[in-house]
């Protein structure tokens, strides 16, 4: 889906990406980001909330927590990490981007409480629970500090992912807000829901979820109620482009993610600021049966368009150029991505060792492929970072070894 915007805007991130494959310099199987074209991403996205007063959070899972990824946004201007989970947190924090947001969308399991209070010390801290938001109270005060609480709120007609489910009830505020400032090393700070906003296909426009409104309700509630300096953080879909809107609402907190990379789904409709920084490379296996296999293990589509037509850049050198698309097949979701299937047709089908070119947008963390950065791209000096697996360690990488 973010091919065709990968082949005008970036075409020598793909090319760099190809040879640097074809001289075994990164490996099948492996998202890999343009480091560069992620710091600019950054800038421009700090830039726009700056401008209008929103606190950004950068979310990695995405690309793998991958270390040069945080070090770049880093150097973009944003600071602080919004972490999905502690697996999260601990690599933002490893590569120098420290938490500003923990617990939202995963909660704190129980006995990680008191790692993540003492050694991370969030800026916020996302609680669906009273049970929840003493775990983070208790984890504060033995560290002798006062944690920030976000309350994660909810209402009949707010929109979740299945599994997404949970929160307190958004008409109750008041009083949460009241029992989570009565927790000994706690302070209520804010509310938090996701998504905020989504993605509308036949609009072709992000759009605000019922969610929003109910951030809004509940911030007039405490507002009434005397309590000033509310936090609204307002998550989903997150690009540059929606910045302005998310303040207009209230929002005081935003997470880009995607964005970051140029492959929200707003990005694949139109054009936007932010340049696509990542792809999916592979490499062709074998024949069979009138069709070229490449290697799986990232074949990830994140199912916010309906079934397409995937393709796919092929070919044995660096080229950006259409006619070296083919159309490609992915094997359905209950399978294992052991392999995708190209077409073969024409004077020169695809070779085993061919390079393969995905437009993916993904989700690194849920799959076994690695992640490798890139710098130097746009001064035509390309060279690899590091190879990191979906948790931000370092890999060692067999094709590195040089007998």
């Given at each position: 889906m973010f091919l065709d915007v990968l082949i005008r805007r970036n075409p020598a991130f793909i090319e760099a990406?190809?040879?640097?494959?074809?001289?075994?310099?990164?490996?099948?199987?492996?998202?890999?980001?343009?480091?560069?074209?992620?710091?600019?991403?950054?800038?421009?996205?700090?830039h726009e909330a700056q401008r209008h007063g929103l606190k950004t959070f950068a979310m990695t899972k995405q690309v793998g927590r991958h270390s040069g990824f945080c070090q770049a946004v880093m150097r973009g201007g944003i600071d602080r990490a919004v972490a999905v989970d502690m697996a999260c947190a601990l690599a933002c924090d490893r590569a120098g981007l420290k938490t500003g947001h923990l617990g939202h969308l995963v909660q704190i399991?129980?006995?990680?409480?008191?790692?993540?209070?003492?050694?991370?010390?969030?800026?916020?801290?996302t609680v669906f629970s009273d049970t929840k938001a003493e775990e983070a109270a208790s984890a504060a005060r033995s560290a002798g500090r006062e944690?920030?609480?976000?309350?994660?709120?909810?209402?009949?007609?707010?929109?979740?992912?299945?599994?997404?489910?949970?929160?307190?009830?958004?008409?109750?505020?008041?009083?949460?807000?009241?029992?989570?400032?009565?927790?000994?090393?706690?302070?209520?700070?804010?509310?938090?829901t996701f998504p905020?906003?989504?993605?509308?296909?036949?609009?072709?426009?992000?759009?605000?979820?019922?969610?929003?409104?109910?951030?809004?309700?509940?911030?007039?509630?405490?507002?009434?109620?005397?309590?000033?300096?509310?936090?609204?953080?307002a998550p989903g879909t997150t690009s540059s482009a929606v910045v302005a809107a998310l303040a207009a609402s209230g929002a005081t907190q935003c997470e880009p993610g995607n964005g970051l990379h140029g492959t929200t789904p707003l990005h694949a409709v139109e054009d936007l600021p932010e340049d696509p920084a990542v792809l999916y490379l592979s490499?062709?296996?074998?024949?069979?049966?009138?069709?070229?296999?490449?290697?799986?293990?990232?074949?990830?589509?994140?199912?916010?368009?309906?079934?397409?037509?995937?393709?796919?850049?092929?070919?044995?050198?660096?080229?950006?150029?259409?006619?070296?698309?083919?159309?490609?097949?992915?094997?359905?979701?209950?399978?294992?991505?052991?392999?995708?299937?190209?077409?073969?047709?024409g004077p020169r089908p695809p070779e085993p060792g061919d390079t393969v070119i995905f437009g993916f947008?993904?989700?690194?963390?849920?799959?076994?492929?690695?992640?490798?950065?890139?710098?130097?791209?746009a001064s035509g000096n390309p060279a690899v970072t590091t190879i990191e697996n979906g948790f931000g360690d370092q890999v060692s990488w067999p094709g590195a070894f040089r007998p």
């Open positions: 990406a190809m040879e640097l494959h074809q001289a075994g310099r990164i490996p099948a199987n492996a998202y890999v980001l343009d480091l560069d074209a992620v710091e600019r991403n950054a800038r421009l996205f700090q399991p129980r006995h990680e409480a008191a790692y993540a209070g003492t050694k991370l010390q969030p800026d916020y801290w944690q920030n609480l976000l309350a994660r709120i909810q209402t009949e007609g707010d929109t979740f992912y299945r599994g997404h489910e949970g929160g307190f009830a958004a008409e109750d505020i008041v009083a949460i807000a009241e029992r989570l400032d009565d927790m000994e090393g706690a302070r209520f700070a804010g509310i938090t905020a906003l989504l993605f509308d296909l036949e609009a072709r426009k992000v759009k605000q979820t019922p969610n929003l409104a109910t951030l809004g309700r509940a911030a007039d509630a405490l507002a009434k109620a005397g309590r000033t300096g509310i936090e609204i953080n490499e062709v296996s074998h024949h069979h049966g009138g069709k070229s296999y490449c290697f799986g293990g990232g074949l990830y589509i994140d199912p916010v368009f309906p079934d397409y037509q995937v393709r796919a850049i092929v070919g044995p050198e660096p080229t950006s150029d259409r006619s070296a698309l083919r159309d490609v097949e992915i094997p359905d979701y209950s399978a294992i991505d052991y392999y995708a299937m190209i077409d073969a047709t947008r993904g989700q690194a963390f849920v799959t076994r492929a690695l992640v490798v950065g890139l710098s130097g791209v």
